[in-house]
């Protein structure tokens, strides 16, 4: 065996000399292969890292104004937004990509981590005076004021507990139902929180006014003179970077953890519900318990960034929690590849840039250099209806995503799996009703 | 626990009915003429979703802008107002509701035949996805047609009573609507049930596997299914266009009003839309009503997505319907 194994091994190292000496990368690529897998495997992400951690810093010196076609870069505000959008489409991907539940309400966890920082560090509760770790804030300041970064993780852990409390009624149901009950949640939420503003008398979310203003995060006098880290984001000049770096900290942990809870005893049961259900079932995974806790996980990212966005753009208002926004999130998740991360975060990335600025820019460009000053175009006013072609071409024609997950791609390309929409999703079985559907249309063209 | 929260519902009525009888029978008739002016939508999904399990999103995109054409019927290529002849206003309805039906099958079966057809073999979740892409590229287009204002047509229909008992009143244009919804109802019933084409959408709904080897064409059944689902949008949204205001993101939240309605009922199951979309009504009315602890307006879309939710934990195959295995 074990000389087997060497033989393999040298077969696999020829093989690889032959790629590098075909690729003509030479000396360098020779170096390159020479490296510990692990230095292989984490300099991409590392490159793409530096890349974005340094990005407030040469923002300034990238041209702007009619750069082609995107007009000009996003701002450093622009990107904290894009970051947090990209770290809510990660959370989704729990649910939607990993354990194959559709989501259509995600905006309903949003809203409970944004109202959650709304209701623990702000001045909303007047009849209160409680602080707890607040910087840049009076010491008289009435209402509760507790540290931003406490808030971040309270708020996670509410909204993983609403998604609990969504989930444990709702779970046993499949499919399509579940979509519409989450859709169902994600309207009542945002409604409640317009209008409980008199709850026998009692003011808890400021109706159409939303909350404002809310805490900003921040260190604290006695480490700003100890280490020389701010004071409070929002009294420093740099607030805008701050707030980036922060995001891209958020973001990467999120990146880190969906990666290892994918890798993970859950995460392999959760792909195990999403290829077949009745099988795994069958073999013994708890369906409920664990499709219960992707809605939990998915949730408490969903509710972190949430109260992180509220804490940056200082408030809290009903007007940002909608339907569109669902299935903006969901735009990106199948856009990257359900299931992919990699995917997701480019895809989210993308997305959320086009969301923030991107459509508009590229509407002034191409009403600067495409069009005739008599047939002005508003690209910004259709950007849902962009995302629903997006929506429908993916579906129809790569309904794997622009960065598929490993493992599906795998099956696809191995072929000993049927074909490639064969358990992507639930698959029929013959006791379903329906279950005659699948070819009963003809040959379709990709049946 | 679910019954419980009907009793608590029903004793609810009771207590208002003897509180104020008057505004009771007025709601109850206002409440009767909202669940007719619904009533056309949800047959839309529940006959989608019996023949393909797929909810349409798109569905009360199709009915915003069938309604918002149909407006521009009226006011600019008929040009009815209060002050035309009796005669030129049935007319021109008539015209318009034929013209909406057959515009609302178009476009209902132009989007079975650019995004659905093609996913025939995917998986269920993959086609309910792009249900939700074409709805807004629906409601996009009615956007970019009709622009952001809300439509509406002169009162065609007069206001006059049909019958007053005592303070109780009940009016023409209420009436109006039952006296369009009805008939279309028997015609679809008698459609489905008794027409050769009908029996295909059953047969199809059933298996449609077993169906083909038949030799009944599924994918003309299932275009007909959306024609069919596409005209009663279209009724509906004229309905809906002489009592109400139209506008291009109405039919998102009557669409999910109307899904309501379906699942209330039971999906799958004709007479169950219709019941449900009348309880939906009611429902709506006494809410909004001048009533003891009712919630008023603010909450009606809380109510009736909790209603929603309530159902299909606690009843999934709605009131009519049978068990499906999506309800577990």
């Known amino acids: 065996m074990p000389r087997r194994r060497d033989q393999a091994r040298a077969s696999a190292r020829g093989y690889r000399e032959t790629a590098v ?38 923002v300034a010196s990238l041209p702007s104004g009619n750069v082609p076609l995107i007009y000009s870069f996003p701002s450093v505000r622009s990107a904290v937004t894009i970051l947090v959008f990209t770290t809510m489409a990660v959370g989704l991907n729990v649910v939607v990509g990993y354990c194959g539940l559709l989501d259509l309400g995600y905006v309903a966890f949003y809203a409970i981590g944004a109202y959650t920082a709304g209701w623990l560090a702000s001045g909303q509760f007047q009849q209160v005076k409680f602080h707890f770790g607040s910087v840049g804030i009076s010491h008289d300041a009435r209402g509760i004021h507790i540290s931003i970064w406490l808030v971040l993780v309270l708020a996670a852990l509410l909204t993983a507990l609403g998604g609990i409390a969504i989930g444990l009624p709702t779970l046993r149901l499949r499919g399509d139902y579940l979509a519409i009950v989450t859709l169902g949640f994600g309207e009542i939420i945002p409604q409640f929180v317009r209008n409980a503003d008199s709850l026998h008398g009692f003011d808890l979310t400021h109706g159409t006014f ?69 099988a795994a079932g069958a073999m013994g995974i708890p369906l409920m318990r664990t499709k219960t806790w992707a809605y939990a996980i998915g949730a408490f990212f969903g509710g972190c960034a949430g109260a992180f966005i509220a804490s940056f753009n200082a408030g809290a208002f009903p007007s940002q929690f909608n339907f569109n926004i669902s299935v903006f999130l969901l735009c990106m998740v199948i856009l990257g590849g359900m299931g992919s991360i990699w995917g997701v975060v480019i895809a989210g990335a993308i997305l959320s840039w086009l969301n923030v600025e991107g459509l508009a820019n590229i509407g002034t460009w191409l009403n600067n250099n495409i069009f005739p000053a008599s047939h002005q175009i508003e690209v910004a006013k259709y950007q849902f209806g962009i995302y629903g072609i997006i929506i429908v071409l993916m579906m129809m024609f790569r309904p794997v995503g622009l960065i598929p997950e490993r493992r599906r791609k795998r099956e696809i390309e191995e072929g000993g799996h049927g074909t490639l929409d064969d358990g992507i999703y639930e698959m029929r079985t013959a006791n379903e009703p329906g279950a005659g559907e699948r070819g009963a249309g003809g040959p379709g063209p990709r049946g | ?65 069938t309604g918002l054409f149909a407006s521009t019927l009226i006011t600019s290529v008929f040009k009815l107002d209060e ?34 057809r093609r996913l025939r073999s995917a998986p269920r979740l993959a086609v309910l996805i792009t249900a939700v892409g074409m709805s807004f590229i629906v409601q996009n287009i009615s956007l970019a047609i009709f622009g952001v204002n809300f439509r509406s047509v002169p009162s065609l229909v007069s206001d006059g009573n049909v ?63 959306f024609l069919l689902a596409g005209a009663l949008a279209g009724v509906g949204a004229v309905l809906f266009l002489v009592e109400f205001n139209i506008r291009y993101d109405t039919g998102f939240e009557l669409g999910l009003i109307a899904f309501t309605a379906a699942v209330l009922g039971g999906i799958g199951n004709l007479s169950g839309a219709v019941l449900g979309s009348i309880i939906i009504g009611m429902i709506q009315a006494f809410n909004e009503g001048p009533f003891l602890w009712a919630p008023g307006s603010d909450w009606t879309r809380s109510i009736v997505f909790g209603i929603l939710i309530a159902i299909l934990v606690f009843r999934p195959e709605g009131l009519l319907g049978e068990r499906t295995p999506e309800g577990g």
Not at chain 2, 38 to 63: C, E, K, M, R, S
Not at chain 2, 86 to 92: Q, S
Not at chain 2, 214 to 225: K, P
Request: proline letters at 4%; a neutral charge.
């Open chain 1, 210 to 278: 939303g909350i404002s203003p809310i805490d900003s995060p921040g260190f604290g006098s006695s480490l700003n003179s100890a280490v020389g880290l701010p004071v409070a984001y929002s009294q420093e000049f740099t607030a805008d970077r701050l707030f980036f770096w922060t995001a891209l900290a958020i973001l990467i942990i999120t990146i880190v953890c969906c990666i290892r809870l994918r890798d993970s005893r859950l995460g392999r049961a959760w792909i195990a519900i999403r290829e077949d259900e009745t």
């Open chain 2, 163 to 225: 019958f007053s008992i005592g303070g109780v009143h009940y009016n023409w244009q209420s009436f109006f609507v039952i006296l369009v919804t009805f008939p279309v109802l028997v015609l679809l019933t008698w459609l489905v049930k008794s027409t050769r084409q009908g029996k295909a959408m059953r047969a199809t709904s059933q298996d449609p596997e077993a169906s083909a080897m038949m030799g009944i064409n599924v994918n003309r059944t299932i275009s007909f299914t």
């Open chain 2, 1 to 65: 626990m679910g019954l419980g929260f009907v009793a608590l519902f029903g004793v609810w009525l009771l207590y208002n009915l003897f509180d104020n009888p008057t505004d009771f029978f007025n709601i109850f008739l206002i409440g009767l003429t909202q669940g007719s002016v619904y009533a056309l939508v949800p047959l839309g999904y529940t006959l989608v979703y019996g023949i393909l399990q797929l909810i349409n999103f798109a569905h009360g995109d199709v009915f915003a802008l």
């Open chain 1, 21 to 58: 000496r075909r690729s003509g990368l030479g000396a360098a690529g020779e170096q390159w292969s020479g490296l510990p897998r692990p230095v292989r495997a984490f300099s991409p992400a590392l490159l793409l890292l530096l890349i974005a951690a340094t990005y407030p810093y040469y």
């Open chain 2, 83 to 116: 002050t035309s002849a009796a005669l030129t206003i049935v007319g021109g309805l008539l015209a318009t509701f034929l013209i909406a039906m057959v515009f609302g099958a178009l476009v209902n079966a132009t989007i079975e035949l650019v995004a659905y």
